[in-house]
């Protein structure tokens, strides 16, 4: 098939390379021409490992180009919509800006005639409601337009892997039973490879598709907030809440994953998605029934003050001239994606404090080099901790992970460490002479 997919970031970027895998010829629009150019050279603007290779096998096709002219997917069967709906400025809404810019591309530029359909499938996490108003649309432009909501659930790291082998599928459909059909027809086409392997498809209206991704987004939100509202009084009891995670994850109906507590959530997605969802159902007059999600934001970002506080109380409350080497910038491991960084969050208060605060990230360093050029950023843990006070981990990369407590003991001044992912084994760190802080771990003898 014919497909262009418009927004060539995160989700765009990747959704059309593993669209030109999946044998499709593909289209990738983006207003950024230097991310275009880069792209069109199979480069990867972004770290995500697997990608480079994906993308650089589809540019050699032929089948892969990338552009920033939207007129170029004037002949596309498909238009898919992968624009990014960050949070508004001082405002908890999505905003749509680039959404509607997208759609309006579309509705300009788009060929059809009156037995030749094309659809725009929308793949942004948007509030719901917004695909009854892009058919709308459509309908006004009088061109042979169907609009679909088929939300994406990529997450950054997993990105190549999330969507050829998504754990589900989800159509958002037309009420008019004709028209969903022919969207499922070209969608199944598209998805067809997919299909094949027996993942779950499911047909829904367009606000049940749009909820989907935020309710899935919310509940991950939550999860992670709730163990970490369960750290909170581990510290104040001296339980071990990763030993409690553990022990409650055993239970089937619980699982043991996003129970890692820790210094909380960041990135792109749940932090603004939950409170786009906030702002929608205030909107929409049902603003209590998401009242708790408030208080999931607000445990999240607790945990945040609450690294810096230990940090702190170290050194008698007192961070001017202290050495901090933070380990790990980057929102989560394996990306180089800073946006709403625990991390890089808990790095500037630290410094804004009067710490001396050295940073490394095995991929961000030169994002944050020009994101943040008042930091002292440095390439290797050697340079960092080099007659550091206080060793933090904060972003959980495997480089961390593994590092010797005995190999670094006798590179710093005083042998601090705060584990902000709890992925450091106390024990080791302890014997090695470190005193070692978890967040919500309290010394035990089991
Ligand atoms: C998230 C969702 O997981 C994806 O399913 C979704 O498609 C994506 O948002 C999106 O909306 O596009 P992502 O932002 O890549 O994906 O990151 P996650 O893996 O969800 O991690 C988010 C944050 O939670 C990270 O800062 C991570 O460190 C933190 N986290 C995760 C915890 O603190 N504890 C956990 O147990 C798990």
Not at 268 to 273: A, N, S
């Amino acid at each position: 098939m014919r497909i262009s997919t418009i927004g060539c970031g995160y989700l765009g970027a990747v959704h059309a390379a593993c669209m030109a895998e999946l044998g499709h010829e593909v289209i990738g629009v983006d207003v950024d021409a230097a991310k275009v150019e880069k792209l069109s050279r199979g480069e990867s603007p972004f770290h995500e490992p697997g990608f480079p290779e994906v993308l650089a096998r589809a540019v050699e096709s032929g089948r892969l180009h990338f552009t920033t002219d939207a007129s170029q997917i004037a002949d596309c069967e498909i238009h898919f919509i992968g624009v990014g709906t960050p949070q508004m400025q001082g405002r908890y809404a999505a905003d749509m800006t680039y959404v509607d810019a997208a759609v309006d591309s579309v509705l300009t530029h788009a060929n059809t005639s009156p037995d030749q359909p094309v659809l725009i499938a929308g793949k942004s996490t948007v509030p719901v409601g917004t695909a009854a108003g892009i058919a709308e649309r459509a309908a006004a432009s009088g061109k042979n337009i169907l609009v679909a909501w088929n939300p994406e659930f990529l997450r950054e790291g997993f990105a190549v892997q999330d969507t050829l082998h998504p754990d589900r599928i989800v159509y958002g459909l037309p009420e008019d039973r004709e028209e969903g059909e022919v969207i499922r027809e070209m969608l199944d086409r598209c998805y067809a490879q997919l299909l094949e392997e027996q993942i779950p498809r499911l047909l829904t209206n367009y606000p049940t598709a749009e909820l989907v991704k935020v309710a899935a987004n919310s509940f991950l939100a939550t999860k992670i907030s709730f163990i970490n509202a369960m750290a909170e009084l581990c510290d104040a009891t001296g339980g071990d809440v990763t030993k409690l995670a553990e022990a409650i994850g055993h239970d089937d109906r619980i699982g043991k994953k996003f129970l890692r507590a820790g210094i909380g959530f960041g990135g792109g997605c749940l932090p603004k998605d939950i409170r786009a969802f906030m702002a929608r159902a205030g909107e929409l007059g049902v603003d209590q029934t998401l009242t708790f999600l408030r208080e999931v934001d607000a445990i999240n970002l607790r945990r945040r003050e609450t690294a810096v506080e230990m940090a702190a109380d170290l050194f008698g409350g007192r961070l001017v001239g202290r050495k901090i080497a933070v380990l790990g910038a980057a929102f989560k491991p394996n990306s180089d994606d800073l946006r709403d960084s625990p991390a890089l969050d808990i790095a500037t208060r630290l410094w804004a404090r009067g710490a001396d605060v050295v940073i490394t990230d095995p991929a961000a360093g030169d994002n944050l080099r020009k994101a943040r050029p008042d930091l002292h950023v440095v390439d290797t843990v050697e340079q960092a901790v080099k007659n550091s006070d206080l060793l933090m981990v904060l972003t959980e990369w495997k480089d961390f992970t593994e590092l010797d407590p005995a190999e670094l003991r006798p590179r710093v001044r005083e042998a601090h460490v705060i584990d902000g992912r709890n992925v450091l084994d106390p024990q080791a760190w302890s014997d090695a002479g470190w005193d070692y802080r978890g967040m919500g771990r309290g010394v035990s003898t089991w």
